[in-house]
Structure formats: structure tokens, C-alpha cells
């Protein structure tokens, strides 16, 4: 029997210190909004039953600290949104500005997105977003970007025919890079140029200002 090798990150595992609004936002809407993904599990996760209703699900992986998933599912009452998060100050606020809206149509997995992308059924998701992942800028760390031809292949089965795969990025190297991965994926197509509406976020609002180019690449299943 061979071992199975663990599975390679795509991201930095970060700590950081909760505020007390965080600690009680999380404590009191964990348990009916997150869910932890643990390393080999492969029960396949039920949507509507997550949501509690049938209606088209994001999946937006790496949400930060939650402002653009809130603003979102905000303004698409009748769309369901699963947040993927390893950082859990960011979760803390996404909770927290989920309570603050009364918003019921997000849900929050801690743990590695791409663990849980292996939990759900293919063709079950409408979009995933990608915004600003992690450019392992590093050549000997390309291995562990997040748009890679087999994260790639597993995100496109995840969603229906003409499901959206929406990336952003700030880092022109890794825009080529993603761009090339995605062109070269044989189910997928270029939708539209600019920024398809995604929201513009904070931390878009900074690499702006620092003369940093925003790219993003907006595909469809075919």
C-alpha cells in the first residue's frame, strides 16, 4: 500500500488576535454558520441542507475579513454563499457583520478550500471567487499557488455548465500565470473583460494606491 502524501498548501496558516466582538460573534453563530474541514475528509457536504433552501451557491475561497462576501450576499438575497477561511480574526468579522446585516444566506468553513472542494458534489456550485490569493511569489513555491492546472480541474467540475470562475490578483507575474493556467483548461472559456461586478475592497483599495495593476479573469464551464 502506498502512503498518501499530505496534501500542499496554498496558503500561510495565520493566528492573529480576536477582538471581543469576534470571540462573541463566533461563539454565539458558529455552530449554525461554520462548519471545520479537517485534512482526508470526504463526506460529500449537502448544500441545501447547509443552507437550509435550494438556490445557487459561491464559493469564495480566502474571503479575508469578510467585507466583500458580506456586501455580496447582501445584495444577492436570493444567492447562497460558503466562505473558505484559514485566518480566524476574519472569520470573527464575518460573522459578526453577518449579525450585523441579518443575513442568513452565508455559511463559513475554516480549514483548506481545496479539502473542502473535494466535499462537494460536481456541478453544485453557480460561481467560485478567487480574489487575491497568495502569489507565492517565490519560484520554488509556485507549487503551492492556488490557481494551478489541477486545483483548476477540480474547481471547474465543482460547477454547473456555465458556472463562473472568477480570479483577481494584484501581482501581474501571477495574473500570466493564471491566465495561462485558465486558457489552457480544455472546459472552460473567456467570459467578459473588467471586473465582471465583483465589489472593489479594501485591500484593492490599497494595492491601487500603491501602483499596483488589478487583473481579473472572469471564465465560464463550458
Not at 454565539?28 to 463526506?43: C, K, Q
Not at 449537502?46 to 451557491?57: I, K, Q, T
Not at 478550500?113 to 507565492?136: N, S, T
Request: one cysteine or more.
Amino acid at each position: 500500500m502506498t502512503a498518501e502524501h499530505p496534501p500542499i498548501r496554498t496558503f500561510h496558516p495565520r493566528r492573529g488576535r480576536m477582538s471581543t466582538r469576534h470571540h462573541d460573534a463566533r461563539a454565539r453563530l458558529w455552530p449554525a454558520y461554520g462548519i471545520t474541514v479537517t485534512d482526508g475528509d470526504r463526506e460529500p457536504l449537502d448544500l441545501p441542507s447547509l443552507f437550509g433552501r435550494s438556490a445557487p451557491v459561491t464559493l469564495e475561497i480566502g474571503f479575508g475579513m469578510g467585507e466583500l462576501t458580506a456586501t455580496m450576499a447582501a445584495g444577492s438575497p436570493d444567492r447562497d454563499f460558503l466562505g473558505a477561511e484559514v485566518h480566524t480574526p476574519g472569520i470573527g468579522n464575518l460573522l459578526a457583520l453577518a449579525d450585523d446585516a441579518g443575513l442568513t444566506n452565508i455559511r463559513i468553513a475554516h480549514g483548506d478550500a481545496m479539502q473542502l472542494v473535494h466535499r462537494i458534489a460536481p456541478g453544485a456550485l453557480d460561481a467560485v471567487h478567487v480574489f487575491f490569493p497568495d502569489p507565492w511569489p517565490k519560484a520554488r513555491h509556485h507549487k503551492r499557488r492556488l490557481i494551478s492546472p489541477g486545483n483548476v480541474a477540480l474547481l471547474r467540475e465543482r460547477l454547473r455548465p456555465g458556472g463562473v470562475l472568477h480570479c483577481a490578483t494584484d501581482w501581474p507575474e501571477y495574473a500570466e500565470a493564471m491566465r495561462e493556467t485558465l486558457e489552457a483548461d480544455p472546459g472552460l472559456r473567456l467570459s467578459v473583460d473588467g471586473r465582471g461586478g465583483r465589489p472593489e475592497s479594501k485591500f484593492e483599495r490599497r494595492g491601487t494606491a500603491a501602483g499596483r495593476p488589478i487583473t481579473d479573469l472572469i471564465y465560464v464551464r463550458a
